[in-house]
């Protein structure tokens, strides 16, 4: 059974400049998040998207947006990128997702990432 | 808000020690809490997840166990091994956010 896959794996962008990131999750797997890793901040939450909709976002601009697919399979964009912005960006997929106490699920899988450098 | 603290941020044990880390969490209205590994450079491997209604999860050299009401979760490894070394995380779900609620990690270095 395939993982999380996200493209691509690295990329080396200029201030200003915007950027989309791709994730195909587990196959079966309707909830996707994005996460956003940083050495000072660690791993922080962006958003989740369930059949289509976002579902819930995290505390970032609205430079950061995101979209998902009828196959699941999500994106992400930032755009105006700034140096701050450098990251390893990390999709995780899960069955139903993290917020539904009464199937006792919401096991994240993660990706490999992608790594994002601003200059 | 929710805060998740991991004890201690590095350890160095020799191979062949039992070791245990530590994750607290200042809100107990958590939907789960799941244990990761991150090796450099890497993605996160899911480890272990406990729901908010279980006490503990075992897999293999691996025991976590979850006390809500404390605020506490520890991740015991057995019987230590060089491969063991990486990051590890605690994650939850819940407690007012949305979506997972990393700590920092501790860092593992196990000497062979």
């Known amino acids: 059974k395939a993982g999380v896959t996200q493209t691509p794996r690295y990329l080396i962008k200029t201030r200003g400049q915007q950027v989309t990131l791709s994730c195909s999750p587990i196959?079966?797997?309707?909830?996707v998040s994005w996460y956003q890793q940083t050495p000072g901040q660690g791993l922080q939450f962006l958003f989740e998207?369930?059949?289509?909709?976002?579902?819930n976002k995290g505390n970032f601009p609205g430079r950061f947006s995101g979209r998902q697919f009828s196959n699941s399979r999500s994106e992400m964009n930032v755009s105006t990128l700034e140096l701050g912005d450098s990251a390893l960006y990390l999709c995780?997929?899960?069955?139903?997702?993290?917020?539904?106490?009464?199937?006792?699920?919401?096991?994240?899988?993660f990706g490999e990432g992608s790594r994002l450098t601003v200059l | 808000k929710q805060e998740v603290t991991q004890i201690p941020a590095a350890l160095s044990v020799p191979e062949g020690e039992n070791l245990v880390l530590n994750c607290s969490f200042t809100d107990s209205a958590i939907y789960n809490l799941q244990w990761f590994r991150q090796d450099p450079g890497k993605g996160l491997t899911s480890l272990l997840l406990?729901?908010?209604?279980?006490r503990e999860q075992t897999s293999g050299r691996l025991n976590a166990s979850l006390d809500k009401s404390s605020g506490r979760s520890t991740l015991y490894i057995a019987a230590s091994q060089p491969g063991d070394s990486a990051t590890y995380l605690c994650a939850v779900a819940g407690g007012g956010a949305d979506g997972l609620t990393f700590g920092k990690g501790t860092h593992l270095i196990i000497q062979p």
């Open positions: 995780a997929s899960s069955f139903l997702g993290q917020r539904d106490p009464k199937r006792n699920t919401g096991e994240l899988f």
């Open positions: 998207y369930f059949s289509e909709t976002q579902r």
């Open positions: 406990i729901q908010s209604s279980q």
């Open positions: 196959s079966g797997h309707r909830s």
